[in-house]
């Protein structure tokens, strides 16, 4: 079955870098776009970034520049390196997948994994 595993998350202070991971199982990575999703207490789950199968990436305007979403097709994983982290950027981080399955979408998520950056 599909399986998505986060991990990397700390507490770090303002101005640090956090790097997370998410190792994926299940179906054939290579060929599919993955994505770093976030959702900060009392908030919905927000767009972070994404990374298509052919290493094309898209941002979320509040981490442009700060964030930087990769791949490694060998070893299934897809990173995200966080520099420059600011308190705004303390949430529970997701990783997904989302699968087109007929007319629909299948999501995806892993268990989270939690980033804290104190002021």
């Known amino acids: 079955q599909v399986q998505l595993v986060e991990s990397g998350g700390d507490l770090v202070q303002t101005g640090g870098s956090l790097r997370l991971s998410c190792a994926a199982s299940?179906?054939?990575?290579?060929?599919?776009?993955m994505a770093w999703y976030r959702q900060a207490p009392g908030k919905q789950r927000e767009f972070v970034a994404t990374?298509?199968?052919?290493?094309?990436?898209n941002y979320a305007d509040s981490v442009k520049g700060r964030f930087t979403i990769s791949r490694d097709n060998a070893k299934n994983t897809v990173s995200l390196q966080m520099n420059s982290l600011k308190p705004e950027d303390t949430a529970v981080y997701y990783c997904?997948?989302?699968?087109?399955?007929?007319?629909?979408?299948?999501?995806?998520w892993g268990q989270g994994t939690q980033v804290t950056v104190s002021s």
């Open positions: 997904n997948w989302n699968n087109p399955i007929g007319l629909g979408t299948r999501h995806y």
């Open positions: 990374i298509t199968s052919a290493g094309r990436t």
């Open positions: 299940g179906f054939i990575f290579s060929i599919n776009t």
